[in-house]
């Protein structure tokens, strides 16, 4: 595995292997990295001969009073779990050469990023699209490889593909979870080992909506209700949003027709942490 931090070089290395014929896959990350991470890997595997992982802390798309500085980097446990995975081509750019001082140009979301992480996080989505289309710029992948932990982001990201004529194809993860239900995320570690464990109530919360779906609950405002509760009753625990949305369009769902895709989204204050997670529901 080579480690890449001058993007220029990474994007010389990206043509080279294009010249060659080699298929191209990425993934993008903030490091830390974790099993849903490597299963991102495994999938980019799968689709292409040449992996590309990032890692990169994007100070564009965290707000003001958010985790940045703090934010874990634990650079050398990152590169040997890269390495096991199969990683072809670590990239990790410096702040520095992705922003120099005279960077000026950036990417507006539309009504998408406007709802749920777009509104409790100002700028967030504006960050992610405009580091993503540098990041394609520079490892010029055929497939890049997003988590549905974070769907609105997978969505945004799928909209700036088809709206920029980008010629790549994504690659949807299914969400990693801990044995108690709990979607695997870098912030994990933030949790003492209680409200860790405790966690697990958010993943509850998404079964057992899906479980009042199946009995043909149509109302979606009382399942939200009922899982806000459950989630609340948990000392500790605050939900910021539960909400039902279409899970293409992810506007706001008030009651279920039969035959759609609905996805609950919910972000959840445990202390100084913030969780998310969602789960996509048929009805
Ligand atoms: P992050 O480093 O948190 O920005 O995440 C990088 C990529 O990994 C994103 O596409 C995430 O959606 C994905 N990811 C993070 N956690 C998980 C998980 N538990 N399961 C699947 N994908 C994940």
């Given at each position: 595995?080579?480690?890449?931090?001058?993007?220029?070089?990474?994007?010389?290395?990206?043509?080279?292997?294009?010249?060659?014929?080699?298929?191209?896959?990425?993934?993008?990350?903030?490091?830390?990295?974790?099993?849903?991470?490597?299963?991102?890997?495994?999938?980019?595997?799968?689709?292409?001969?040449?992996?590309?992982?990032?890692?990169?802390?994007?100070?564009?798309?965290?707000?003001?009073?958010?985790?940045?500085?703090?934010?874990?980097?634990?650079?050398?446990?990152?590169?040997?779990?890269?390495?096991?995975?199969?990683?072809?081509?670590?990239?990790?750019?410096?702040?520095?050469?992705?922003?120099?001082?005279?960077?000026?140009?950036?990417?507006?979301?539309?009504?998408?990023?406007?709802?749920?992480?777009?509104?409790?996080?100002?700028?967030?989505?504006?960050?992610?699209?405009?580091?993503?289309?540098?990041?394609?710029?520079?490892?010029?992948?055929?497939?890049?490889?997003?988590?549905?932990?974070?769907?609105?982001?997978?969505a945004?990201?799928?909209?700036?593909?088809?709206?920029?004529?980008?010629?790549?194809?994504?690659?949807?993860?299914?969400?990693?979870?801990?044995?108690?239900?709990?979607?695997?995320?870098?912030?994990?570690?933030?949790?003492?080992?209680?409200?860790?464990?405790?966690?697990?109530?958010?993943?509850?919360?998404?079964?057992?909506?899906?479980?009042?779906?199946?009995?043909?609950?149509?109302?979606?405002?009382?399942?939200?209700?009922?899982?806000?509760?459950?989630?609340?009753s948990?000392?500790?625990?605050?939900?910021?949003?539960?909400?039902?949305?279409?899970?293409?369009?992810?506007?706001?769902?008030?009651?279920?027709?039969?035959?759609?895709e609905?996805?609950?989204?919910?972000a959840v204050?445990?202390?100084?942490?913030?969780?998310?997670?969602?789960?996509?529901?048929?009805?």
């Amino acid at each position: 595995m080579q480690i890449i931090t001058d993007p220029g070089q990474m994007q010389a290395i990206a043509e080279k292997l294009r010249l060659n014929r080699q298929l191209i896959g990425v993934v993008m990350t903030m490091g830390a990295l974790h099993e849903g991470h490597l299963s991102l890997v495994k999938l980019a595997r799968k689709s292409a001969g040449t992996v590309i992982l990032t890692i990169f802390v994007n100070p564009r798309q965290f707000g003001p009073t958010e985790d940045l500085l703090r934010y874990p980097r634990p650079f050398e446990q990152d590169v040997a779990l890269a390495k096991s995975a199969g990683v072809d081509y670590l990239f990790s750019p410096e702040a520095g050469s992705i922003y120099p001082e005279h960077f000026q140009t950036t990417l507006e979301c539309g009504t998408l990023a406007a709802r749920f992480e777009g509104e409790q996080r100002p700028g967030h989505f504006n960050g992610v699209v405009t580091v993503v289309t540098k990041l394609f710029n520079i490892t010029k992948p055929h497939t890049a490889i997003f988590g549905e932990k974070d769907a609105q982001q997978l969505a945004v990201i799928r909209q700036l593909i088809a709206d920029l004529n980008m010629d790549i194809s994504i690659v949807a993860a299914p969400i990693v979870r801990e044995e108690n239900g709990l979607a695997v995320s870098s912030r994990n570690i933030y949790l003492s080992s209680q409200e860790r464990s405790a966690a697990g109530i958010i993943y509850q919360g998404i079964c057992h909506a899906e479980k009042r779906i199946a009995e043909h609950e149509n109302n979606l405002q009382t399942i939200v209700k009922e899982v806000k509760e459950m989630i609340s009753s948990t000392p500790g625990f605050h939900p910021a949003y539960v909400s039902f949305v279409d899970d293409t369009t992810f506007q706001p769902a008030e009651t279920a027709d039969a035959g759609k895709e609905y996805r609950l989204l919910l972000a959840v204050h445990v202390g100084k942490v913030r969780l998310i997670d969602n789960g996509k529901i048929r009805t």
